[in-house]
């Protein structure tokens, strides 16, 4: 008997402990690109319910205390995980205050890679509080942003939890290789340069 196409679909992941987190901020919060996203982490990662990689956030949605958006909330919402990495598409404000809470809770060290996307957050607060922080320099699209997502997934559980054996740059361009070029952000106001942070060409 012919499998119909949902028995024909394999899933590739397999059970374990640790999780990345990616949450989906401005922008990427979207129904299309969200189930398009969740679509595809749960064929090829599983998703942390059933025991596989993946913890999804969605912002403002998960973040909800009594009607009103609390993103001093995650670390509530990761605290009972084991995390390899965070991505953070389209950071909303104050994101990096509660990247800083979480950080206190691990001696003001970071306990994983974070990396963030797009971020509408405070630049200097986002920059000192994640470990890689990418710009655009043209639109992207979402089957592009996609590709971008899972090659970021895919290497930070690679890092064993830091990035401190290479340099930001040499990070930045491992992880998206054959995805998208980068180069230095530069600050327009101050002429500086921060070593995580990057233009994606």
């Known amino acids: 008997m012919q499998k119909t196409s949902e028995e024909s679909v394999t899933n590739d992941w397999k059970t374990t402990e640790r999780k990345v987190c990616v949450i989906f901020g401005y922008e990427y919060n979207r129904e299309d690109f969200k189930a398009k996203a969740l679509a595809s982490f749960s064929q090829k990662y599983g998703m942390a319910e059933d025991g596989g990689l993946i913890l999804p956030l969605v912002y403002p949605d998960d973040f909800l205390h009594s009607g009103r958006a609390r993103i001093s909330s995650l670390k509530d919402l990761v605290a009972n995980y084991y995390l390899d990495g965070m991505i953070i598409l389209g950071a909303p404000e104050s994101m990096n205050r509660a990247l800083a809470a979480i950080e206190d809770e691990y001696g003001g060290k970071k306990p994983y890679p974070v990396v963030a996307f797009f971020p509408q957050d405070d630049m200097l607060g986002i920059e000192s509080t994640c470990d890689l922080v990418f ?24 890092c064993h939890g830091n990035l401190e054996n290479r340099t930001e740059i040499e990070h930045a361009t491992q992880m998206l290789y054959g995805k998208k070029g980068i180069k230095r952000y530069v600050d327009s106001d101050t002429g500086l340069s921060p070593e995580n942070h990057f233009i994606l060409e």
């Open 135 to 158: 710009e655009r320099a043209s639109e992207i699209s979402d089957d592009e942003m996609l590709g971008i997502v899972e090659a970021t997934i895919e290497y930070l559980p690679l």
